[in-house]
């Protein structure tokens, strides 16, 4: 189970998967020692959420099916088509960078290279690809591994853009260092 840091809304959300479907439920408002959710989070859930524009309800994804296994995105990986409410979106690694695209507009998710001087793997994998926001625009959750010892779980919200080129936007990375 991850957390993704508070932003703006003080209800924490599970993903969680159901016989056929995705959704946000709410988790009772049980703080633990660090202000985290001590409540227990519904069978099935993924990651732990809170974010403005999370709502409680469905969250629909892409024709494919997503079980918390992880897709790793590093050089040389084949692009990854989703298609999602008749639109489609390709995942794919170039120019040492992990990109989502639909069309003319692409948003940069993560870094895919080598680094053979530290002797470091920069990768990034999708853990999560569907609607959080309920507006028929496809969100992602994903994990950034920056190489050695560090990690970031990242929140990316289609609401939140404002560049016409993008598709999505980061707007929460909780960091795992060790």
Request: net charge negative.
């Amino acid at each position: 189970m991850f957390f993704m840091p508070k932003r703006g809304s003080d209800q924490w959300l599970a993903l969680a998967a159901g016989p056929h479907r995705w959704t946000l439920e709410p988790i009772p408002d049980v703080k633990g020692p660090a202000g985290e959710p001590a409540a227990p989070s519904p069978a099935g859930t993924l990651v732990l959420l809170r974010y403005t524009t999370l709502k409680p309800g469905p969250a629909p994804t892409p024709e494919m099916r997503f079980t918390g296994r992880r897709r790793v995105f590093g050089p040389g990986t084949a692009t990854l088509r989703m298609t999602f409410r008749d639109a489609a979106y390709d995942i794919s690694v170039h120019d040492e960078a992990v990109w989502l695209t639909q069309g003319a507009r692409r948003t940069k998710i993560g870094e895919a290279r080598d680094d053979e001087s530290m002797g470091y793997d920069f990768r990034t994998e999708l853990l999560w690809a569907g609607d959080l926001e309920g507006d028929g625009l496809l969100d992602l959750i994903v994990i950034e591994d920056n190489g050695g010892y560090s990690s970031d779980l990242c929140l990316y919200l289609s609401a939140a853009v404002h560049d016409p080129h993008q598709l999505i936007e980061e707007v929460a990375c909780e960091d795992w260092s060790g």
